[in-house]
């Protein structure tokens, strides 16, 4: 069968279908649903924020805030609408997204100027602009490129604003410009984890397109191998009984678990069933070995398949199946497998339309009386011609053509050829151009192409050119101007939009699935939960690695800021030393690989991605350690008493006349909870950690957050205590402001850490749910893939056991579309063996069920005949076919081509292993006879001599051999005697060369071949003095 690999996606190959398809999916697996979580985000945050505008002090202070928070709740509310009724497509999905960022950008803005104008911190603001750059990587749906230049500007505009602001272009100090430093430290890492984030959830979805892909390949191409399966079936047998072979194929491939055949009883299956009223025709070529003898190998499997595909569609046309072909013989019957009132008038009919090329119908005493006197007969004789006819006293006729008296119509076949041409041309070139005006098929030509096998019910809608995902690699066919290929393209883009859009709803949780619980938290199959969880993570130990700039970021910061303190250093190093031991532990197979003694270290690191435990329990470590030095310092910082001289604390004002050179503790807040949320963000950072666990860090983390703020010292006092240090804006005058600056403060550190909580706790399940669809698809994927193997090994039992395997791998693979299958040899042995016993022993009555158990017993002959192919001593054996009793083979047909004649050896060795082979059947036999209490007794004969091979046969393709050497080989056996091998003079010659004891006959009489010398091979020795052949 095509080898593996030829029905999966090309590697490295990308058309605009397929990244029209690819865009698809990510606008209906990721745009969509993540856009859908930040509109609703970002809806809650506007209303907080109006909120947080009326409880806080008066409104009117607030009227840019208040009306821009309006504006963009309205806006938000719209696009959210829009996004979930899916009325955007990809490219309004990309403005709507860049409508969101510019809203964002306004409401930080109108943030940041309300600050000012109240003289509230413009630091406290640093955490919106913060969200805007993360949710502009992992929320909104830019490109790389795109994120990357949203995130910049979002930082740049910010920094320059507020470094206007705070008096850094005007008075310059050293204070601001370190604030600023930290604050571009801060949008830094926001931009780096996002694209970290960006970039390890693009390829997450580009793998996961690929197995959707993947699935849908596998899913299309197991129904064409279904189909074939069954076209090849029903090309040897009927359908009422190739269907019952294929399902106990199948089932035993499935319960043994193995490739193999192996009885589950004392018996092989049995495929019989008895049928009333059947009519048979039975047609011979007279003069074919004659015929054959002029013709080369091509043309003569030209000129039979031709025929015989004539055959086949006059078989067709007259409701006849064909049962076999006997070399030029063709045995057809009317009547199954359901029964036909008309079976003889059918058989009759055929033979008519058969007989304008070829032979003249001869029936029986019993089809003429079903035939209702339909066609005028004479006297057949048929009893001068055959013994058996004679013997059982049968009279024949022959049918009358009632087309002879009829003018010739003219003729439509191709121009003869004028004057001497038509003389000088060969009898079997004229045959040949004669039989080709039929326009019969080539054998399997229902399986070369996919359009064959195509659904030719499917209505074609409209033309689409091929696509460029074949179903083989190596061969796209064109189907341009085929309406089931246009159909079958049509229906790959309309299963692939389909499989995307139920892979991926833009609505996870709320979605009905048979594969999830309701919210789409867990598996409903417990196997397949424990596997997800079990399952090896690529790549984690990068997320150590993110999680440890994210600290470095938060180091820097402090370092920057930060008052010095001996607890500042020591907390600092020890998550630094921890933090180096897990990157260490995580990359020691890197680092470590000049260093082979360092083994057990290198076996510890590459379990990281492997040992759920070993990771889980560095993922908590490292996060728990991280959420730690973000606020561990907060309680230990040193605060002065309250109501300390105005001159001793940092004005609140953005006048640069009252800026000290340090910044006090209170003003340090914005920037702890910078640091909580970066640790927030290292949480997420770990894509495919457990989401109840990242649920609880968050929540821990967030809880012990809000309390530490929340007791800080900074809210003890009145308003008016640090009122009073408070310049305002008009006057610069001291006056005590009736807002409560600090209380606003605290109340947007509150606001700022539940937003980033929210935010990371629904991005963390969307990527839980696509974690979980990937592994679900995967499991998908390979349940497909084994049962599309089961089936690929099913039709390579059936191809092969149908061909030989040199001849099967010429009708499949890369030989799809080449001529006919045709092969001359020079010296090849040929058996015919039959049980001549079983015509008397073959009764039909009650007692053996109407013949059924004489049926039985010769399908154990046969099948225990077979079984001896299978031993590596009979590797060169073929069988050919079975006729009745009789059981043909051949040896020396899987010879390479060219290669006859340079080992003559060889040549000979198959004719004392086919003399081996057929004393192998004889010994079979008489096990058979012991254990069924009978005496059969095999008739062998063989000849060895050049053949020639092919397929032959359009709706019903079949091998055989051809040729002198059959032909004599067959008189051997039918002129032999029981238990007794005969053989030519010339095979005769060679098997005493090999050590073969031989018995000269004498002389007999062959049919077409007058007298010939042959000999019988001595049995009882044989086996002890062949030669080289045990």
């Known amino acids: 069968m095509p080898a593996k690999g030829r029905y999966f996606l090309n590697e490295g190959e990308e058309d605009p279908d397929q990244a029209a398809l690819y865009g698809k999916y990510r606008l209906t697996s990721q745009h969509g649903p993540l856009l859908l979580t930040l509109l609703l985000v970002a809806v809650t945050a506007c209303v907080a924020l109006i909120i947080i505008s009326f409880v806080c002090g008066d409104p009117s202070g607030h009227q840019a805030v208040l009306g821009m928070a309006f504006f963009t709740f309205a806006a938000f509310v719209v696009l959210y609408v829009l996004v979930y009724v899916e009325c955007l497509v990809s490219r309004w999905l990309r403005a709507s997204a860049l409508l969101i960022w510019v809203c964002l950008m306004m409401l930080g803005y109108m943030l940041v100027f309300d600050s000012w104008i109240n003289t509230t911190s413009v630091r406290a603001q640093v955490p919106f602009f913060l969200f805007i750059v993360f949710v502009v990587y992992t929320l909104l749906p830019f490109s790389m490129q795109g994120a990357i230049a949203a995130g910049v500007i979002s930082s740049i505009s910010h920094l320059l604003v507020l470094g206007a602001i705070m008096g850094a272009f005007t008075a310059p100090s050293i204070q601001v410009g370190l604030q600023l430093l930290a604050n571009a430290v801060i949008f830094l890492c926001g931009n780096l984890t996002g694209a970290f984030h960006k970039h390890h959830m693009q390829d997450a979805s580009r793998e996961l397109f690929t197995y959707t892909v993947k699935c849908i390949q596998i899913r299309r191409k197991l129904r064409i191998e279904k189909r074939q399966q069954e076209n090849l079936l029903l090309s040897v047998l009927p359908a009422h009984i190739s269907m019952g072979m294929k399902l106990a194929i199948i089932e035993r491939l499935k319960e043994r678990g193995d490739r193999r055949y192996m009885p589950d009883n004392n018996f092989h299956s049995l495929y019989v069933k008895r049928h009333q009223n059947v009519s048979i025709l039975y047609a011979d070529i007279v003069g074919f070995t004659r015929l054959a003898s002029d013709c080369s190998p091509k043309e003569l499997v030209v000129v039979l398949n031709e025929l015989f595909g004539k055959f086949d569609q006059i078989a067709k046309a ?520 079983f015509k008397v022993f073959y009764t039909e009555c009650d007692v053996n069920k109407e013949g059924l158990e004489c049926l039985r017993l010769l399908n154990e002959i046969i099948a225990d005949f077979d079984e001896l192919l299978l031993k590596p001593k009979f590797s060169s054996v073929e069988k050919i076919k079975t006729i009745g009793s009789t059981y043909m083979a051949a040896a020396g047909l899987s010879s390479p081509s060219g290669t006859e004649n340079q080992d003559l050896e060889r040549q000979h060795a198959h004719i004392g292993i086919m003399v081996e082979f057929s004393i192998a059947l004889m010994s079979k036999l008489d096990g058979i006879n012991r254990h069924s209490f009978n005496s059969f007794r095999l008739r062998v004969g063989i000849n060895h001599g050049p053949v020639i091979a092919g397929v032959i046969g359009a709706r019903k393709p079949q091998y055989d051999i051809w040729g002198n050497t059959v032909n004599v080989a067959s008189r051997m056996e039918s002129t032999g005697e029981l238990g007794k091998i005969q053989v030519t003079e010339e095979t005769c010659t060679i098997l005493q060369g090999l050590g073969y004891s031989c018995e000269c006959r004498g002389l007999i009489n062959v049919k077409g071949k007058g007298e010939l010398r042959t000999y019988f091979v001595c049995t009882d020795t044989a086996k002890f003095q062949g030669l080289g052949l045990n």
């Open 318 to 837: 007259n409701e006849c199946m064909r049962i076999k072909i006997l070399g030029d013989c063709y045995y057809c019957v009317s009547g199954l497998p359901v029964s036909l009132p008309t079976h003889a008038r059918n058989c009759v009919k055929m033979g008519l339309d058969m007989c304008e090329a070829i032979n003249r119908v001869h029936i029986t005493e019993a089809t003429l009386n079903h035939l209702d006197k339909a066609y005028e007969v004479e006297d057949g004789h048929g009893q001068q011609r055959d013994p058996y006819l004679k013997e059982m006293n049968i009279r024949t006729y022959l049918v009358i053509d009632p087309r002879s008296q009829q003018p010739p119509p003219p003729s439509q076949h191709l121009p003869k050829p004028k004057g001497d041409a038509a003389l000088k041309m060969r009898a079997s070139v004229r045959m040949t151009r004669y039989l080709e005006s039929w326009g019969a098929a080539r054998p399997f030509a229902h399986l070369n192409h996919r359009e064959s096998v195509s659904s030719g019910e499917t209505p074609v809608t409209r033309g689409r050119r091929p696509k460029t995902i074949p179903l083989r690699r190596h061969r796209t066919p064109d189907r341009s101007a085929s309406p089931k290929g246009r159909s079958e393209d049509d229906s790959y883009d309309e299963e692939m939009l389909s499989a995307i859009e139920g892979l991926s709803s833009t609505r996870p949780c709320c979605s009905k699935s048979d594969d999830f619980y309701m919210f789409g938290f867990f598996f409903v199959e417990k196997g397949l939960e424990r596997e997800y969880r079990l399952a090896p993570i690529p790549r984690a130990r990068h997320y150590f690695a993110c999680a440890s700039l994210i600290f470095v970021c938060i180091l820097l910061v402090h370092v920057l800021l930060m008052p010095r303190m001996v607890t500042l250093g020591v907390s600092f190093g020890l998550v630094a030393c921890v933090l180096g031991l897990v990157l260490g532990l995580c990359f020691a197979h890197k680092f470590l690989r000049c260093c082979p003694a360092r083994g057990t270290l290198q076996a510890i690191s590459k379990r990281v991605e492997t040992q759920p435990l070993l990771r889980l329990s560095l993922a908590i470590l490292t996060i728990g350690s991280l959420l730690s030095i973000a606020i561990v310092n907060l309680p230990l910082m040193p605060f002065p008493a309250l109501g300390l001289p105005a001159g001793n604390q940092t004005s609140l004002s953005p006048s640069p006349r009252a800026v000290s050179r340090e910044l006090m503790p209170c003003d340090l807040l914005p920037y702890y909870t910078c640091s909580c949320i970066l640790a927030f963000v290292a949480c997420s950072v770990f894509l495919r950690m457990s989401l109840e666990l990242k649920v609880a860090m968050l929540t821990v983390g967030l809880v012990t957050y809000l309390v530490l703020f929340n007791i800080s010292p900074c809210w003890k006092s009145d308003c008016s205590d640090y009122g009073q240090a408070n310049l305002t804006k008009t006057n610069g005058t001291l006056s005590s402001s009736s807002l409560c600056l600090w209380k606003d403060l605290k109340v947007m550190i509150n606001f700022y850490l539940v937003l980033f909580y929210v935010t990371l706790i629904m991005l963390s399940r969307q990527i839980d749910y696509y974690c979980r669809l990937d592994c679900l698809w995967k499991k998908k994927f390979k349940k497909e893939h084994e049962e599309f193997e089961t089936m690929e090994n099913v039709n390579r039992l059936l191809l092969e056991n149908v061909l030989p395997a040199h001849v099967a791998a010429h009708f499949i693979g890369d030989k799809l579309n080449e001529d006919w299958y045709h092969q001359s040899y020079d010296c090849v042995c040929v058996m015919f063996a039959s049980v001549p016993d």
